[in-house]
């Protein structure tokens, strides 16, 4: 196929929620979009489209990675920016479940930004382009039974460390430290569910539904807001290393506490009656 006349952008997990909101974004923008997730049934409007090419892409899966990025070479001669999106959010006690269901969180959530991104190396630093990684306010505070913001955390760990590599090469990594943001993720946290039937933990899991329903933030983006973030991290002269969007203060300055005191008002909030 005859090499693209604009700039090119992959966006892992464009099937829904805030992916779909950066590749429609990024579209809106001029840019031919290469959409891609683990469910290719949720990209199926996008097939056809003028502007996009969908594929499935399990970001765990380390030639799946090289496969998507040798046909954006064929079918696109460059690639501009990665949106590293994909992500999942699941509660249990990481202590007690199995331990290959926390190995697939940072898989996808951590490591799959890492699968990805190398796959894509010599295109990026063909264009001198840019990496965009979502991370999580979420993940300056980590609660019990949830390994999420543990994930997002050493995402943005990783991130530093790519940064500080491509750096060298003319190549930019951003993070997105997004709030609260209307999607499925956020909806499903209001109806939390712990499915490990016979854990030692579960008189300690209506607490958690509590916790986790009373702590839903009042102020919450809509997904095309944050997606406009994304667009600016891909395109800013100013190259910043993180730009936040719709931070509580209140996460903040619960990030600033001792861990030793935040440990207290953990064990506090969860003991039980009889304790």
Avoid at 136 to 144: A, K, L
Wanted: glycine share 6%.
């Amino acid at each position: 196929m005859t090499p693209i006349d604009r700039p090119c952008v992959l966006v892992t997990g464009a099937g829904r929620g805030l992916g779909r909101a950066i590749a429609e974004t990024f579209h809106a923008k001029g840019y031919f979009v290469v959409a891609t997730d683990h469910d290719e049934a949720l990209l199926a409007d996008l097939e056809g489209r003028s502007g996009f090419w969908t594929t499935r892409q399990d970001v765990r899966d380390v030639e799946a990675a090289a496969e998507v990025a040798q046909q954006i070479r064929e079918r696109c001669g460059r690639l501009d920016v990665v949106v590293n999106n994909a992500g999942v959010n699941r509660f249990y006690p990481v202590s007690e479940a199995p331990a290959q269901q926390t190995i697939d969180a940072f898989m996808i959530n951590t490591l799959g930004a890492v699968v990805v991104t190398q796959a894509c190396f010599d295109l990026l630093v063909e264009t001198g382009g840019r990496v965009v990684n979502i991370a999580s306010e979420s993940s300056t505070f980590r609660p019990p039974f949830q390994v999420y913001q543990a994930t997002k955390m050493a995402l943005e760990a990783v991130s530093d460390v790519l940064r500080r590599e491509f750096q060298l090469l003319g190549v930019h990594v951003a993070i997105i430290r997004p709030g609260a943001i209307d999607t499925d993720l956020i909806k499903g946290a209001q109806h939390v569910e712990v499915d490990l039937p016979g854990s030692r933990f579960e008189p300690y899991f209506p607490t958690l539904r509590r916790m986790v329903a009373r702590g839903m933030p009042k102020s919450v983006s809509t997904p095309t807001e944050v997606a406009n973030v994304v667009h600016l991290a891909a395109t800013d002269p100013r190259k910043r290393a993180m730009y936040r969007v719709n931070n509580d203060p209140k996460q903040r300055l619960a990030a600033l506490l001792p861990k030793r005191m935040m440990d207290k008002i953990l064990f506090r909030m969860f003991r039980l009656p009889s304790d």
